[in-house]
């Protein structure tokens, strides 16, 4: 099949599920003989080759800008895939629903991945929210096929849009590695840390980690890892702690984050947005004892391989961080079983097979 992906910042991965997700899959795709194209914007990706892991990569303009560089660049994707002729295009993030129909006019089935519900982000303004609810109705006719990561998101489409969508769970690896370079970077000891992975949004709960955190008594560094473009006043305050023992390492990518997650004690899940969280797959794949907010979305992934605290019982998270920094008979136990969950239900092999048969059934439809 001649297939290509959409709607993201592109590959080399270099920030994001959705990009890892296709830096994941495309090579996959194309090892079992599939002709895979994904497309990429030129404000990110500074990868010269016309070809990553055998995947072609077409790099298209876009406006940087907060509201209008998904849409905007991912606009031009269809259109660029209209001289194309693809078996199956998938476009991702719901945002990008408005221009499914556009593949659709040369007879070029479409899917859809709808992510999670991105309008309860705090960083959308009204009118933001507003767009981001509209694309999700718009999603459920624009293309042939809605995809979902998680069983609640698949539930709120059928509830609120009376729409069945396909659910197609994300990936992680299961395996450590062995080296430890970024550890020495920030003066780190392997299994000595307690991680903490996102997007340093409020809705993402970095400052509850950092809070309960500071009243957590251990000589362990708690690591605080990533950024976010447009949240610099939210950033600020979080790095105001007074507790050296947090450390902010912002962005990292690739084989740093890998060690990061290889070798910590145990990982943090504070977010409550959103579908399946990447991070979290990712810190159960390296074997990590994750320590996640009490939401369905993650009781669904984690099930009983985790601990878990409540955002809203004040002081929680400071009991359970220091019960599990007490107990390491209990963070190894977590881990063996993380893993054991991974490989059953979240392998990228097990992801690429399942959009393999969805493309398939496209194309035949």
């Known amino acids: 099949m001649k297939i290509a992906i959409m709607g993201i910042r592109g590959i080399p991965a270099n920030y994001g599920g959705f990009e890892t997700f296709a830096e994941q899959i495309a090579p996959r795709l194309v090892a079992k003989g599939h002709e895979v194209t994904v497309y990429g914007r030129s404000n990110i990706i500074r990868h010269t080759g016309k070809f990553y892991k055998g995947v072609r990569l077409v790099i298209l303009p876009t406006i940087s800008h907060k509201y209008f560089d998904t849409v905007a660049h991912t606009f031009l994707c269809v259109l660029h895939s209209l001289k194309e002729r693809y078996d199956a295009v998938l476009i991702c993030n719901s945002a990008n629903a408005y221009t499914a129909f556009v593949p659709r006019l040369v007879g070029t089935p479409v899917a859809i991945n709808v992510d999670g519900l991105e309008w309860q982000r705090s960083k959308w303004n009204k009118l933001g929210q507003w767009f981001y609810q509209m694309s999700e109705w718009l999603s459920t006719f624009m293309a042939n096929e809605v995809i979902t990561d998680a069983v609640e998101i698949k539930r709120y489409y059928l509830e609120k849009?009376?729409?069945?969508?396909?659910?197609?769970?994300?990936?992680?690896?299961?395996?450590?590695?062995?080296?430890?370079?970024?550890?020495?970077?920030?003066?780190?000891?392997?299994?000595?840390?307690?991680?903490?992975?996102?997007?340093?949004?409020?809705?993402?709960?970095?400052?509850?980690?950092?809070?309960?955190?500071?009243?957590?008594?251990?000589?362990?560094?708690?690591?605080?890892?990533?950024?976010?473009?447009?949240?610099?006043?939210?950033?600020?305050?979080?790095?105001?702690?007074?507790?050296?023992?947090?450390?902010?390492?912002?962005?990292?990518?690739?084989?740093?984050?890998?060690?990061?997650?290889?070798?910590?004690?145990?990982?943090?899940?504070?977010?409550?947005?959103?579908?399946?969280?990447?991070?979290?797959l990712e810190g159960m794949g390296y074997g990590n004892c994750v320590l996640a907010n009490d939401v369905s979305e993650h009781r669904e992934v984690l099930a009983d391989a985790g601990e878990y605290f409540s955002t809203n019982n004040n002081g929680e998270l400071a009991e359970k961080m220091q019960y599990l920094i007490d107990n390491s008979d209990v963070v190894s136990s977590y881990g063996s079983k993380a893993v054991e969950r991974i490989k059953k239900y979240y392998s990228w092999d097990k992801v690429t097979e399942d959009y393999e048969a969805l493309f398939r059934r496209m194309m035949n439809a």
């Not at 790095?239 to 947090?246: C, E, F, L, M």
């Open 161 to 280: 849009f009376g729409k069945e969508s396909t659910l197609i769970t994300y990936g992680a690896p299961v395996e450590k590695v062995g080296t430890k370079d970024v550890l020495k970077e920030f003066n780190l000891e392997s299994n000595k840390y307690v991680l903490y992975v996102s997007r340093l949004e409020p809705e993402n709960n970095a400052h509850l980690v950092v809070k309960a955190f500071e009243q957590v008594q251990t000589d362990m560094p708690c690591v605080i890892v990533g950024d976010a473009p447009y949240s610099e006043d939210y950033i600020k305050k979080l790095k105001s702690t007074r507790d050296k023992r947090i450390i902010f390492t912002g962005y990292v990518f690739g084989k740093g984050y890998h060690e990061l997650q290889s070798n910590a004690y145990f990982y943090v899940q504070a977010t409550e947005v959103g579908g399946t969280h990447p991070a979290l």
